[in-house]
């Protein structure tokens, strides 16, 4: 059993809402532990991993912390989660696909406050709209969706496709304010169009098709009118989101105190 595992914290969680910031640190430990496994090829590309409940009984942790490891690896291009059938690894990918400059930090703070928000509008939104949407309306986001995927191999415009797909996510949901505030936010919330957080250029297609496979998984709940899926996929995609956008705070800064101490920026 890991060392993250302790009898202690299994009854605190079970018992509790554990602070937030336990929480985080033992979805940390269990981050470094799966993601040395996967660099180290003890989990390889294509295996799948334990089962939530396997993965509580093996590190002594809740499912609280599990799924917060878990949206962690895969903003970390570590693994994937196809809702209903696991989690799987991923091949790894080079490093330097997320960077920021100094001058993004303030714009990309705002970017995650409002990511925040989204996660608690949208989870709600995709559950509605799986059970009271349309056909036109599905039909609506499958085109969202295509354009999307074409821009992406096209080097188009993605951005008025996924915002599109989200607010017929709203409009889906049958209740108007839902739809009022995305409509009110725009496309600004989507965060590749505040901030430039993709440098490596070559790499560009590799993130769009991942936010697409995410968008892809939403879709497919809303379609089989599964509201409890819907909302997972949601949270996971917005999460994730959240995630990449965190991750290149972090390189960020540590580029510019880099800077700031006369070594020139972090390779």
Do not use: C
Request: proline share 3%; glycine share 8%; net charge neutral.
């Amino acid at each position: 059993m890991s060392n993250l595992s302790t009898g202690s914290t299994a009854t605190t969680e079970a018992g509790g809402a554990p602070p937030r910031r336990r929480v985080r640190g033992l979805a940390h430990g269990l981050v470094d532990d799966l993601g040395d496994k996967i660099r180290s090829q003890q989990l390889r590309p294509g295996d799948k991993l334990p089962t939530e409940s396997a993965i509580m009984q093996t590190y002594g942790v809740s499912r609280t912390v599990v799924r917060e490891a878990l949206s962690k690896l895969q903003a970390g291009g570590l693994v994937e989660t196809h809702h209903g059938i696991g989690t799987f690894v991923l091949q790894p990918r080079a490093a330097g696909m997320f960077r920021l400059e100094a001058s993004d930090i303030a714009t990309s703070v705002d970017v995650l406050a409002v990511l925040e928000l989204r996660i608690s509008l949208e989870t709600e939104s995709a559950g509605l709209a799986a059970t009271r949407r349309t056909e036109g309306q599905l039909a609506a986001m499958r085109q969202a969706l295509d354009d999307f995927e074409h821009n992406v191999t096209t080097a188009g415009d993605t951005v008025a496709p996924d915002f599109r797909f989200h607010l017929q996510i709203a409009q889906a949901t049958g209740n108007p304010y839902f739809a009022d505030i995305m409509s009110h936010l725009g496309t600004t919330i989507i965060p590749r169009t505040r901030i430039t957080a993709i440098r490596n250029h070559d790499r560009r297609g590799e993130y769009l098709s991942r936010v697409n496979r995410e968008h892809e998984e939403i879709y497919a709940a809303i379609a089989r009118r599964d509201a409890e899926s819907a909302r997972a996929a949601m949270r996971i995609h917005l999460t994730n989101s959240r995630e990449r956008l965190r991750l290149a705070q972090e390189a960020a800064r540590l580029d510019a105190e880099t800077a700031a101490a006369g070594q020139g920026p972090a390779a």
